[in-house]
């Protein structure tokens, strides 16, 4: 059974970090692996998706990377912004569309 | 880009009446589509896969006859909590996508039962 998590479950820093969010997964036969944002009481925002022959992906200020055989992934954020305060969610698709998701990170940056 | 939406946001209802949430694809056909539930401050968890025209597919420990799915066409998948009771309170999100592409979520709907 996959298992997503996520480290760490919560991170505070002041504005202009750059920061690295962690995500590891126990099956490594995955198909795509996915980035999300969720702000509080509301719904998902998708950041990145990485295929599972791709080993990053870039947005802006997000780059994601990807590493199949060990079971992870890496979320880094350049130069950290108040408006980047949220939960980060990363979620691990197979071949039936389904995302499993990790645990999350709940991230507080301020001024 | 792709929308989903979903209805309502918010509802507020006495324990043991049903409540009907939607969830559509507006620009897309979307022959699956997938009903989340999340408990505050945890993760997304899968209750079951909505498939158009036929029945769902429920993970495991979720209850068949407690949160009924319909997918009446490649646009819509209705989620009903029947006989809600305050522990069936959460926030019940859908998503929807196909192949390769990024899932695409709805906005989640806060279900509250007194």
């Known amino acids: 059974k996959q298992e997503v998590t996520q480290i760490p479950a919560a991170l505070s820093v002041p504005e202009g970090e750059n920061l690295v969010l962690n995500c590891s997964f126990t099956d490594s036969a995955i198909y795509n692996l996915q980035w999300f944002r969720q702000d509080p009481g509301k719904g998902l925002t998708s950041l990145l998706l990485i295929q599972s022959s791709q080993r990053e992906q870039t947005s802006g200020r997000l780059n994601a990377s990807l590493d199949k055989s060990s079971g992870r992934s890496t979320l880094y954020i350049a130069a950290s912004q108040p408006g980047d305060s949220a939960t980060y969610l990363c979620?691990?698709?197979?071949?039936?569309?389904?995302?499993?998701f990790g645990t999350g990170t709940r991230l507080q940056v301020f001024p | 880009g792709a929308v989903v939406s979903q209805h309502p946001s918010w509802v507020i209802c006495k324990s043991g009446t049903s409540v009907k949430i939607e969830c559509r694809s507006l620009?897309?056909?979307?022959?699956?589509m997938f009903w989340y539930r999340q408990f505050p401050k945890q993760s997304l968890m899968l209750m079951a896969t909505?498939?158009?025209?036929?029945?769902?597919?429920?993970e495991q420990g979720v209850e068949k006859d407690k949160f009924l799915i319909n997918h009446a066409s490649l646009t819509l998948s209705t989620l009903t909590v029947t006989s809600a009771h305050p522990e069936d309170s959460s926030f019940y999100i859908c998503?929807?996508?196909?192949?390769?592409?990024?899932?695409?979520f709805g906005d989640g709907t806060r279900l509250s039962i007194l």
């Open positions: 620009d897309f056909q979307a022959t699956t």
């Open positions: 909505s498939n158009e025209g036929s029945k769902a597919t429920y």
């Open positions: 979620a691990v698709g197979g071949n039936t569309d389904k995302l499993i």
């Open positions: 998503s929807a996508g196909t192949g390769n592409q990024p899932q695409h």
